[in-house]
């Protein structure tokens, strides 16, 4: 157990529909990274928070955006979504304070699927 | 932006063989990180490396950082089947300020045969 937890585990949606994945990352951990991975994919970062701002973009549509709220937790939103949106997504939460790489630790991951 | 690309993408052995995954940075890299995802799970940190030609063991593992920090490989002496799995280096670009996030490789799916 990673420390870090995902809700829900499992989502079966609709084509156009929009959905919410949470993330509660480790006790003490200030960023918030969310990746997606696709079948025979790798892990593609989406984006990262830390302590509330957001501190680095990756391959992030513009039908997706995320939030980091005060007490750390983390949200991504996607919406309008397509059948290519269906996927394991992960949260991972690091310190990192000073910029520095740490340790991720990841969560065990939404799968979403879009019919 | 920065690419770290991994290979080769799936490896198949049988238990016992040696097992080695390659990583290339297109950048220089202040850090490398290896995780070890295991079917159906999500990635596991395995270690970091920091220091340039820096070689780091665990076990059956030997973990080496390329003279440049732009390369890494992981190895696997005799192979066992709990090793199965994929492995992912994951790179922090020495320019800027990257805030700890990680560009990952692909991955290795590695397959043991008993």
């Known amino acids: 157990d990673s420390g870090v937890t995902q809700t829900p585990k499992h989502l079966i949606t609709a084509t156009g529909q929009r959905v919410t994945l949470r993330c509660s990352p480790r006790?003490?951990?200030?960023?918030v990274y969310w990746y997606q991975q696709s079948l025979d994919q790798g892990l593609q970062f989406l984006i990262q928070?830390?302590?509330?701002?957001?501190?680095a973009k990756g391959n992030i549509l513009e039908r997706f955006s995320a939030q980091q709220f005060p007490d750390l937790h983390s949200e991504l939103n996607l919406s309008s979504l397509e059948l290519g949106d269906s996927a394991l997504y992960f949260c991972?939460?690091?310190?990192?304070?000073?910029?520095?790489?740490?340790?991720?630790?990841f969560g065990p991951g939404t799968r979403l699927t879009v019919l | 932006g920065q690419q770290v690309m991994q290979i080769p993408q799936y490896q198949h052995v049988q238990e016992g063989e040696d097992f080695t995954t390659y990583c290339n940075s297109s950048?220089?890299?202040?850090?490398i990180q290896w995780y070890k995802q295991r079917p159906g799970g999500h990635p596991v940190f395995l270690i970091q490396?920091?220091?340039?030609?820096e070689v780091k063991k665990q076990k059956r593992l030997t973990f080496q950082f390329g003279e440049a920090k732009k390369n890494s490989s992981l190895h696997i002496t005799a192979t066992q089947t709990t090793d199965v799995g994929t492995y992912f280096c994951?790179?922090?670009?020495?320019?800027?300020?990257?805030?700890?996030?990680?560009?990952f490789g692909q991955g290795t799916i590695l397959t043991v045969h008993p």
């Open positions: 991972a939460s690091s310190v990192p304070a000073s910029g520095e790489a740490d340790t991720q630790y």
């Open positions: 006790s003490g951990d200030l960023s």
């Open positions: 928070y830390y302590n509330g701002e957001e501190r």
């Open positions: 950048t220089t890299l202040s850090n």
């Open positions: 490396l920091v220091k340039s030609g």
């Open positions: 994951a790179g922090q670009d020495a320019g800027g300020t990257s805030y700890g996030k990680l560009t």
